[in-house]
């Protein structure tokens, strides 16, 4: 029956590698076939009315799809319980095949009581996934490439409110939408977040957590609030140059900026087993007069480790 299940899903995935691990129970095994068996039996009519549809269509349940003639999907599309997919947009919601899209994620590019200029729409490639709670505003046109990696609850904004009068509320003055552009072979962290205009250049990984405001060089690694360049996954002149290219395709946007390499050393810091000297503290038996710091120099980790404890006395100070 293992070997049934896996040629059946070689076939079907068109994937030569595809395998199940030996210590997978029979049971569960049996499972995941039945559980599979109900999404593609639901996908075959859930898909009725979709633009374009091509092999096999997964639906898990409670799936929430609108405005169906919009969408088009690849072969083996998957949509996972409790996902939404809005697909009323001028472009339509395309996704290529062997896409997934996680559960609980929301894919909207148009309001959805209607109201406003209708959203361009989104673009999903061959081997990419959209991560569980994943909200995807695409009424500014959102492309994604191929094999593009995206963790929980990622973000992409492709507008944003105007607000430069402030004799206005921000609601009335309306929206800027701009184009997200993912090249192939990303990987988005949980709970990054992308805004609109941003485009992330080939082979780049964003952390979790990162807000990406700037253009994002290829085969990059950026994190951070806003997220900067930490560094390159390639050779340091493959690397430079790859960057020249980008930025002279990408001229109208600005480029993450890069953290630096080598910052300047925190004063005292000299050596991992000295710290700042502390200013000097005047003693009970002493003048009151206003103490005197001492020029810049360092103390023993011990003498700081002291003076945490309130044990540190100064050398110069007159003993009680």
């Known amino acids: ?35 599979t068996g109900i999404k593609v039996t639901r996908g075959m009519w859930r898909r009725i009315g979709f633009r374009r549809a091509k092999g096999l269509t997964f639906i898990g349940a409670h799936v929430t799809l609108r405005n169906k003639g919009f969408i088009s999907a690849g072969r083996n599309f998957i949509a996972e319980d409790y996902c939404e997919i809005f697909g009323l947009s001028r472009r339509g919601v395309t996704f290529g095949d062997r896409v997934t899209v996680g559960r ?19 673009r999903v490639g061959n081997n990419s996934n959209i991560g569980p709670f994943a909200y995807v505003g695409c009424s500014g046109y959102i492309e994604i490439g191929d094999d593009v990696m995206m963790g929980p609850r990622v973000s992409l904004y492709a507008e944003n409110h105007n607000f430069e009068d402030v004799t206005h509320t921000m609601k009335s003055q309306g929206v800027k939408r701009e184009t997200i552009v993912i090249e192939d ?6 709970h990054s977040v992308i805004l609109a205009g941003v485009r992330i250049g080939h082979g780049s990984i964003i952390a979790a957590g990162s807000v990406v405001s700037r253009d994002v060089p290829p085969y990059s ?27 002279a395709e990408h001229p109208a946007h600005q480029q993450a900026p890069e953290f630096d390499d080598a910052p300047e ?3 005292g810091f000299t050596d991992p087993d000295s710290i700042p000297t502390r200013p000097r503290l005047p003693s009970a038996s002493s003048s009151p007069s206003v103490p005197q710091q001492k020029t810049a120099g360092t103390v023993s980790l011990t003498a700081w480790r002291q003076a945490r404890n309130g044990e540190y006395r100064d050398q110069d100070s007159p003993s009680e």
């Open 221 to 247: 690694i950026c994190g951070g609030v806003p997220a900067k360049v930490i560094r390159s996954r390639l050779p340091q002149d493959d690397a430079a140059r790859l960057v020249a290219d980008f930025v």
């Open 1 to 35: 029956m293992r070997g049934l299940i896996i040629f059946l899903v070689r076939r079907i995935k068109r994937d030569p590698n595809y395998s199940l691990d030996p210590e997978m129970p029979v049971g569960a095994t049996i499972a995941m076939v039945w559980n």
């Open 185 to 190: 072979d990303c990987w988005l962290g949980s």
């Open 104 to 122: 609980y994620a929301m894919i909207r590019p148009t309001r959805q009581y209607g109201g406003g200029a209708l959203g361009e729409g989104l």
């Open 265 to 267: 050393p925190t004063p």
